[in-house]
């Protein structure tokens, strides 16, 4: 049983516009999202994340957003560089978790 | 600080033979985790630990052993490797708290079983 799932194995979008990432869940206990970024050759790394109780947070050029009623997140970079380039992984968990279910990741490719 | 760090890079073993992959963090975390990256799909938590002594199965956990009796130290022991096992192994490593926190990655362990 899949409980957090992203549809789109690939995405490639042009240097300098909008990308945006998409992350479905089912487990409606879920409470916490989180967005990683993963390197060629690398561990992932945290990105961003967003709490249930907000339906947006931005840091930097990175925005995600919560549909609760939809279950469904999404991860939008603006404007999107080459180095940006990587496989992105939505993970969620709910409060006295102590672990996180991860998506099956998408790969982002930014054209120049 | 050197975060996570994994031991070895790559290694290839023959079915049947054992091996031990280690990670140490320096973050003085008490949560630790190990992952599986196969092809294609996302991470699998095969074990977790929320302290010294600590250990619990995550999701793929048949084939695999741990133990944590350091803070620092979480080793995973593959016992009679099967090609099942090719795969990316990750480690890493978190506090507690309400949820959202994030987890710290070591950079992986590429196994081949052949």
């Known amino acids: 049983d899949q409980q957090v799932k992203q549809n789109s194995p690939s995405l490639s979008v042009q240097e300098g516009r909008i990308s945006i990432l998409n992350c479905d869940y089912t487990n409606s206990m879920f409470d916490y999202f989180l967005w990683y970024k993963k390197y060629p050759a690398e561990g992932p790394t945290f990105l961003i994340s967003?709490?249930?109780?907000?339906d947006k947070n931005e840091d930097g050029r990175f925005t995600v957003f919560l549909n609760k009623s939809a279950k469904h997140l999404s991860l939008h970079i603006v404007p999107s560089q080459p180095g940006d380039s990587a496989v992105y992984f939505c993970a969620a968990n709910f409060q006295g978790a102590q672990k996180l279910v991860f998506g099956q990741g998408t790969r982002l490719t930014i054209n120049p | 600080n050197a975060g996570v760090t994994q031991t070895p890079k790559f290694r290839i073993l023959k079915i049947g033979q054992s091996m031990t992959l280690q990670c140490t963090q320096d973050?003085?975390?008490?949560?630790m985790y190990w992952y599986r990256q196969d092809p294609g799909m996302g991470l699998k938590l095969i074990y977790y630990s929320v302290g010294a002594g600590i250990t619990d199965k995550g999701e793929v956990p048949n084939g695999y052993n741990v133990s944590r009796s350091t803070t620092e130290d979480f080793p995973l022991r593959l016992e009679l490797a099967a090609p099942s096992q090719t795969s990316v192994y990750f480690c890493?490593?978190?506090?507690?708290?309400?949820?959202?926190?994030?987890?710290?990655f070591g950079p992986g362990t590429r196994l081949t079983v052949t």
């Open positions: 890493a490593s978190s506090w507690p708290g309400t949820g959202g926190e994030e987890q710290y």
């Open positions: 967003i709490s249930s109780i907000k």
């Open positions: 973050m003085n975390h008490n949560y």
